[in-house]
């Protein structure tokens, strides 16, 4: 069982009750080899497959802002809803509810903030970017859209996005809830899974099994390696084909 702990009290936009406890570190060491993976996703995505978790999706789905951006972190989640009020109703009374700051505020650096958001609006944008930076988190992954990518980009702050809009969730989106269960693209994501993100996708590693995963995937690594130094020193086509099949 992953140990858990006190969530870090509210930062004073969402009640105490609606942040779920901070989920248990994942070792830095465990990340380091994870990151260096050649084929990270892809090696990731197959042990996932083997597991039968649906837990991976391409980067056509959601998009990196940052093209050759690779992260691996603990998941802080985020879950966004529809603002039931008026839009312009929102607006002129102040009565913004989207809180991702809080989700911020929860993270630890090396963390990437998790977002079940809405689409063709904004989620998170240049201030929240900032502040993620600032706090040290890997990136940023947003089930919706995201603004102000020149600026989150000039940071070098990575993030996946469906969308990228210029209009504002400050009066459409409610945040209901951190380091609840969140649904990122059909995959079902727990505060404290691991993300992994590049360039050719992104990958879920619930937390209980990270290390056995890993464990795999270098375990594939160390094999398709070996057919690479092969090729690289003559062997044929037949030969290799003998060994993949």
């Keep these: 069982m992953q140990e858990t702990r006190r969530n870090k009290g509210s930062a004073g936009r969402l009640p105490a009750e609606r942040i779920g406890p901070s989920p248990a570190p994942i070792a830095k060491s465990i990340i380091d080899r994870f990151m260096k993976l ?22 056509h789905e959601l998009k990196p802002t940052i093209l050759g951006s690779r992260i691996v ?8 809803v529809p603002q039931r009020q008026d839009m312009h109703v929102a607006l002129t009374q102040n009565n913004n509810r989207m809180t991702e700051i809080e989700g ?14 809405l689409r063709h609006i904004s989620n998170m944008g240049g201030v929240m970017a900032t502040t993620c930076h600032v706090q040290k988190l890997a990136g940023a992954v947003v089930d919706g859209g995201v603004r102000d990518v020149g ?10 996005s469906r969308d990228i809009s210029p209009v ?19 995959c079902q994501v727990d505060a404290g899974d691991l993300v992994v993100a590049d360039e050719t996708g992104l990958c879920f590693v619930p937390a209980a099994i990270v290390e056995e995963v890993l464990a795999e995937c270098e375990a594939i ?17 037949p030969q290799l084909v003998s060994k993949i099949y």
């Design 38 to 59: 050649t084929d990270m996703t892809g090696t990731v995505s197959d042990v996932l497959d083997k597991r039968g978790l649906v837990a991976a999706f391409g980067s």
């Design 73 to 80: 972190g603990r998941a802080i989640t985020v879950r966004n």
């Design 104 to 117: 911020i505020h929860q993270a630890d650096p090396g963390d990437v903030l998790v977002i079940q958001g």
């Design 151 to 160: 600026q989150s980009r000039s940071l070098g702050f990575p993030i996946w």
């Design 168 to 186: 504002t969730g400050k009066w459409r989106a409610v945040t209901e809830e951190i380091n609840g269960r969140v649904t990122i693209n059909g």
């Design 221 to 237: 690594q160390n094999k398709e390696d070996g057919w690479i130094d092969g090729l690289r020193n003559g062997m044929t086509i």
